[in-house]
């Protein structure tokens, strides 16, 4: 029989911990994939956030660093400054990237650190139990926004890749989704051209990518999915933000 | 030994850390530690290494983190304000095991504080500063070349023993301009980072390496700050270092580290003028407390500090209670006069 599809090389063959129907793993076979088909698994350093991916470096069959809350983008930084020719990129959610580790996203986009940042949007703080994120949608309930996210108490959510277009040293930002398989198929070609940015040494380079939590929005897998589109892509800016080629 | 040369502490400081092979520096501008990032600011891309002026010391000590896992030397300078801010990422680095060199050219604190010098932060480098169960390994010189030559043996401890290690100097030691020569080169054998990050395809054995310090086993995670708890232990025992100031026949001994201990120095001259029988201990290491130094028979011990009083306790500590230790203190960036320190040794010993 003719084998059509092979798990990865770019993953290791530890199981994973996401809750069924999280989309964390969809997001992690894709960039193994690319890793692997591009053949940069043995030059390759990742950094891990803390969050639910906080274990990933068990996952992406690279060398690894994990990072404390929010600095990946950091740690990435000092990595990439010590071994110029690897690549380097980091993962994180949106507690971890658009809340405690702002400033150090913002800023390496600023320096146009050549380091990639694959950015998880699942509007909640998943592994912490579905506390209210800085992405959470106005009026989402959450464990911290019990009656919904207040607009005049919690304010706006933030929209990290439109943010970070505005930024000169950012050459690469795209924002997609993987609730679909069209969209997986357009998430992976961002994620492809953010690796080419950093291998082109063009600068920093970023993907959204809107994500589930069906534990923490109290959803079943399939509910979640339709969750996400109904509400967080007609609310977040998508597409491609900012190119070079 | 390279030749004679007058510098200022901090640049000394920062000289020492390229000769040391030093190749990578994270830091954000504070008085009085300023020096150091302005000297590496153009010092160190010259010597083939790679300096960021980070957003914040935040970022700065987890750049520092990434750096030393991929196993090159590294280091991040500041103030004590600023030393607050890195104390998650020390934490972080001493759970992953990661060699690393701090400065901290100490200022009066809490809060802003003052940009005199100061050693109030003797606590915060000494107990831990950041959470859970680790030690830092802190040196504090009282010359300008001895903080040249400390730089240089904390690259060395931090390499041998896989840690952090802090020189822990203030705004006197930092601004002032003293006679340096650097010695040449490290006469370690030192392990070789066979668990640094380079690329899968660069290590030997094929292997890829992970650096983390997330536990979710409990058991494992016992078995690893065991670990932690046995190296600490083999630090305390091999690396306790001191001076002692006539110390030979001496009745009464003043205790001080850095600067204090060197304004001690000449508190003795002026004692022994008098007929008084007066030393110093002056701790280089202090973790691992230099313990081994106290094991004296005195009158009595006076430690002095630019703080409230904080080594006292270690003092203490070691000295047990056979022997009375008193404690004078300046605070806000004030320093005692030599002849400050011998009305002190009078009136707390009774010896007018
Ligand atoms: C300094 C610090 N503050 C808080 C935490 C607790 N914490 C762990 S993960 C997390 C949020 C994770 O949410 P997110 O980044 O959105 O990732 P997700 O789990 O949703 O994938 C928080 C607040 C921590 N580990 N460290
Ligand atoms: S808590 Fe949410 S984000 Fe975390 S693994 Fe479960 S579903 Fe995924």
């Known amino acids: 029989m003719n084998k059509v599809f092979d798990k990865t090389k770019g993953l290791t063959d530890v199981k994973t911990h996401y809750c069924p129907g999280c989309t964390h793993g969809i997001i992690h076979r894709i960039i193994g994939e690319i890793l692997e088909e591009k053949n940069l698994l043995g030059q390759t350093i990742g950094v891990t956030p803390v969050g639910c991916a906080g274990f990933a470096e068990r996952y992406f069959n690279c060398d690894m660093v994990g990072a404390a809350h929010g600095r990946a983008s950091a740690v990435a930084t000092g990595v990439k400054r010590s071994l110029s020719d690897k690549v380097v990129f980091t993962y994180q959610g949106d507690g971890d990237l658009a809340s405690i580790g702002t400033a150090e996203a913002i800023h390496s986009a600023a320096r146009g650190e050549l380091i990639t940042v694959i950015f998880v949007n699942n509007a909640i703080y998943g592994m912490t139990g579905g506390q209210m994120a800085p992405t959470t949608l106005p009026e989402q309930k959450t464990s911290t926004s019990p009656h919904g996210r207040s607009i005049e108490k919690a304010g706006f959510p933030l929209d990290m890749p439109k943010i970070l277009s505005q930024i000169e040293g950012a050459a690469y930002i795209a924002s997609g989704s993987v609730d679909s398989p069209k969209s997986i198929i357009q998430a992976k070609k961002y994620i492809e051209k953010a690796f080419d940015t950093q291998l082109a040494g063009k600068g920093f380079s970023f993907v959204s990518l809107l994500s589930t939590c069906p534990t923490n929005w109290g959803l079943s897998p399939r509910d979640a999915i339709n969750w996400l589109q109904e509400n967080m892509i007609p609310y977040y800016t998508l597409g491609e933000l900012k190119t070079w080629k | ?352």
């Open chain 2, 1 to 352: 030994m390279g030749k004679k040369q007058l510098m200022k502490g901090n640049e000394a400081i920062a000289e020492a850390a390229v000769q040391a092979g030093c190749k990578t520096y994270f830091g954000y501008p504070i008085t009085p530690a300023s020096e150091v990032i302005e000297y590496l600011s153009w010092r160190l891309s010259e010597a083939g290494g790679e300096f960021v002026q980070a957003e914040s010391e935040v970022a700065a000590i987890n750049m520092v983190q990434g750096s030393a896992a991929c196993g090159v030397r590294t280091m991040t300078g500041t103030s004590s304000p600023g030393m607050s801010l890195k104390q998650e990422g020390i934490s972080y680095i001493a759970a992953n095991e990661l060699p690393c060199v701090l400065i901290n050219v100490q200022r009066g604190g809490p809060g802003l504080g003052g940009l005199g010098p100061a050693q109030g932060d003797y606590f915060q480098a000494v107990k831990g500063g950041g959470h859970g169960d680790y030690r830092t390994i802190v040196l504090a010189p009282s010359t300008v070349q001895e903080a040249a030559d400390l730089v240089m043996e904390a690259f060395d401890l931090a390499d041998l023993y896989c840690n952090p290690v802090m020189v822990l100097t203030d705004g006197i030691l930092g601004q002032m301009m003293e006679v340096v020569q650097f010695k040449s080169g490290t006469q370690r054998e030192l392990p070789v980072k066979d668990w640094a990050v380079k690329g899968s395809a660069e290590h030997a054995d094929g292997q890829r390496r992970i650096v983390t310090s997330y536990y979710l086993d409990s058991e494992k995670f016992e078995k690893f700050v065991k670990h932690l708890g046995e190296k600490y232990a083999q630090i305390q025992k091999a690396e306790q270092r001191w001076e002692e100031y006539l110390t030979d026949d001496a009745e009464y001994l003043i205790v001080g580290f850095g600067t204090c201990g060197r304004i001690a120095k000449s508190t003795v001259q002026m004692a022994r003028k008098e007929g008084i029988k007066l030393g110093v201990i002056r701790p280089i290491s202090l973790w691992p407390f230099p313990v081994e130094a106290f094991a004296k028979d005195v009158k009595g011990y006076l430690t002095v500090e630019l703080s409230l009083g904080q080594m006292i306790e270690d003092v203490k500590l070691a000295v047990g209670d056979t022997t009375p230790v008193e404690f004078y203190g300046r605070q806000g960036g004030m320093v005692p006069t030599p002849e400050e320190l011998l009305e002190q040794v009078k009136e707390k010993f009774d010896l007018k």
